[in-house]
């Protein structure tokens, strides 16, 4: 009689579903504000550094477009294009960079995110160019211009070719521009382009050296933003 009970007990327990006993959902870990960011600024490091590395060969198409496109009148006026795009990136990276000072004091408004956007943006230069140095000591690239008869005032011959230092510093300044100032990209991004363009036509370097350097200065530049911005919406909560 007591099984019996039992068994209409179970099978009524099971027709019923809100009498059974309600589990309580596992919880589930998710990433940290920190873990994403840092997680993000390997992913844009990784994305510039896997074709950057695959670049250092010197491939055959490089050489093509050099020999096509350093002359003797393009070498005159290259290595000074190239030297005034910098300089303009450089002299619009500081005006930027004090006119948002300067607003922020004047307004008093409490969070500093542009200001350590751009602040970070600019330490992300030093650390291209310093980075960029080490890259050029690690291939040891001889320059075009050792190996090429052109008329160029080719640099020492230790003073090596992969990537081109100009070009990593004219698109880290323009990714740190873009941060925060996105519509400067009309000015900026021509800039950067002529710039390490006209490092291929000076005779200084072949093309994958720019692009080498263009995508060294960019990815650097945009990961050390990613990671800068977590404090910054810290201080803006607080």
Same mark, same amino acid.
């Given at each position: 009689?007591?099984q019996?009970?039992?068994?209409?007990r179970m099978t009524?327990?099971q027709d019923?579903p809100?009498?059974?006993t309600p589990q309580?959902?596992q919880? &589930?870990?998710?990433?940290?504000?920190?873990s994403?960011a840092?997680?993000?600024a390997?992913?844009?490091?990784?994305?510039?550094?896997?074709?950057?590395?695959?670049l250092a060969r010197?491939?055959d198409?490089?050489?093509r477009v050099?020999?096509?496109?350093v002359?003797?009148?393009?070498v005159r006026w290259g290595d000074?294009? #190239?030297e005034?795009?910098?300089?303009?990136?450089?002299?619009l990276?500081?005006?930027?960079?004090?006119?948002l000072?300067v607003s922020?004091?004047?307004?008093r408004t409490?969070?500093w995110?542009?200001?350590? &956007?751009?602040?970070?943006?600019g330490?992300?230069?030093?650390?291209a160019?310093w980075l960029n140095?080490?890259?050029k000591?690690a291939?040891s690239r001889?320059?075009?211009?050792?190996?090429?008869?052109?008329?160029?005032i080719?640099?020492?011959?230790?003073?090596?070719?992969?990537?081109?230092?100009?070009?990593v510093?004219a698109?880290?300044?323009?990714?740190?521009l873009?941060?925060?100032?996105p519509?400067?990209?009309?000015v900026?991004?021509?800039?950067?382009?002529?710039g390490? #363009?006209?490092r291929?036509?000076a005779?200084d370097?072949?093309?994958?050296?720019v692009?080498a350097?263009?995508?060294l200065? &960019? &990815?650097?530049?945009l990961?050390?933003?990613?990671l800068s911005?977590l404090?910054?919406?810290?201080r803006?909560?607080a």
């Amino acid at each position: 009689m007591d099984q019996g009970d039992d068994d209409r007990r179970m099978t009524a327990d099971q027709d019923n579903p809100d009498s059974v006993t309600p589990q309580t959902p596992q919880a &589930t870990q998710t990433p940290t504000p920190l873990s994403r960011a840092i997680l993000l600024a390997a992913a844009i490091w990784l994305a510039g550094l896997i074709p950057l590395t695959l670049l250092a060969r010197t491939p055959d198409w490089s050489v093509r477009v050099y020999e096509l496109a350093v002359t003797d009148s393009s070498v005159r006026w290259g290595d000074v294009l #190239s030297e005034a795009s910098v300089l303009l990136l450089v002299g619009l990276h500081a005006s930027v960079g004090v006119h948002l000072l300067v607003s922020h004091l004047r307004a008093r408004t409490p969070g500093w995110r542009p200001v350590v &956007t751009y602040a970070a943006g600019g330490l992300s230069v030093i650390m291209a160019l310093w980075l960029n140095l080490a890259l050029k000591d690690a291939y040891s690239r001889v320059r075009p211009c050792h190996l090429h008869e052109v008329s160029s005032i080719c640099p020492a011959p230790d003073n090596w070719s992969f990537p081109s230092s100009h070009t990593v510093i004219a698109f880290a300044i323009t990714a740190a521009l873009l941060a925060v100032r996105p519509l400067l990209a009309w000015v900026a991004v021509p800039l950067a382009v002529v710039g390490g #363009s006209a490092r291929v036509l000076a005779g200084d370097h072949y093309p994958h050296d720019v692009l080498a350097g263009a995508l060294l200065g &960019t &990815t650097l530049c945009l990961g050390v933003i990613v990671l800068s911005a977590l404090p910054s919406r810290r201080r803006d909560r607080a």
